[in-house]
């Protein structure tokens, strides 16, 4: 094969791999919320707002996101206890920025408690419905209550255990 047949193969192979990562992007960039979700969330409405004052933003869309603290079921309703984390890329909740306090999700659906389990991420959108005080150790604290329209439960990052790079062996090596 001569330098220009190569060339012109190597092109090809460069024109199909872009096609392909043209056409694969989509999938790879699922949204956790809807867009029409998302167009009714009020940007105007910080965390920090919201829990100074719930009341004051009752019937607002909020897009939050945080990690599960508790999950209580009771006869009609489960509230998840979600300490927040600020959004990052993807609206996934980043737990290397700074928490600026928890929330509650109340729901008529029920939410399993073992999969809705303490340490996982989850990203909500939905309206603010008041507030809730509930004692943290000896202080009240008052929740931002939030009925969920849309719940991202994310998927549990596997843990992959250290392996040392060192090795020592002996042995008789033949190739062909």
């Known amino acids: 094969m001569g330098p220009e047949e190569k060339m012109s193969t190597f092109r090809w192979t460069l024109v199909f791999l872009l096609l392909t990562c043209i056409m694969l992007g989509p999938l790879g960039c699922a949204r956790v919320i809807s867009k029409e979700g998302l167009a009714r969330v009020d940007e105007q409405v910080t965390f920090l707002n919201l829990a100074d004052d719930p009341q004051l933003y009752t019937g607002k869309t909020v897009l939050l996101g945080g990690r599960v603290l508790e ?76 009925e969920p329209c849309e719940i991202h439960l994310w998927p549990e990052k596997k843990r992959i255990p250290a392996r040392t790079g060192f090795h020592f062996g002996v042995g008789i090596g033949i190739g062909f």
């Open 71 to 146: 999950a209580e079921n009771y006869p009609h309703r489960t509230v998840l206890v979600v300490i927040q984390y600020p959004l990052g890329s993807g609206k996934r909740p980043d737990t290397d920025r700074p928490s600026q306090g928890r929330f509650l999700v109340s729901t008529q659906e029920f939410l399993d408690p073992a999969i809705y389990r303490q340490g996982r991420l989850v990203t909500v959108l939905g309206s603010v419905s008041g507030r809730e005080p509930r004692p943290i150790q000896d202080r009240m604290y008052v929740y931002p209550v939030i």
